[in-house]
């Protein structure tokens, strides 16, 4: 099973932090891992995600779980488990008033051995978009 994850403090609202999050036209203009985001970021919705990373292709992910503000999962696969992508990005207020924002992706499934040699080392891309996220929402 193949990881990635990354965390970072914050010193902001979680609001602020969650309105950055779930604004799917703005995420080109913050976040430079992805070219755009198509779509309405809420629970039970499918978008699309357009990485720098893979510029020729949309990876479509469920928003399959959501709780403003705390947690959120875009989970996204093939059919009947093979193959799973489940990315949480979770926020946790710290007792200073800043938030602890963490982003984690599991890949999983029947198929997970022979597909992982094809998904490339992404710790760098998380490690850009939380820092990214820190910068927009300590900005707001």
Do not use: C
């Not at 946790?92 to 992706?105: I, L, N, Q």
């Amino acid at each position: 099973m193949k990881t990635f994850a990354s965390s970072i403090t914050i010193h902001a609202a979680p609001e602020t932090i969650w309105a950055i999050l779930t604004d799917a036209p703005a995420y080109p203009e913050w976040n430079p891992t992805v070219d755009k985001v198509e779509g309405t970021i809420e629970r039970g919705q499918k978008i699309k995600v357009f990485a720098k990373i893979s510029p020729d292709r949309a990876f479509p992910v469920k928003v399959s779980e959501f709780k403003p503000s705390e947690k959120m999962v875009w989970s996204g696969g093939m059919p009947l488990g093979l193959f799973k992508g489940e990315r949480t990005f979770t926020l946790t207020p710290g007792a200073d008033g800043s938030v602890e924002f963490a982003m984690r992706e599991v890949f999983s499934g029947l198929m997970s051995p022979l597909i992982e040699r094809s998904i490339p080392d992404l710790q760098p891309e998380f490690d850009r978009f939380a820092d990214a996220l820190k910068r927009k929402a300590e900005a707001s």
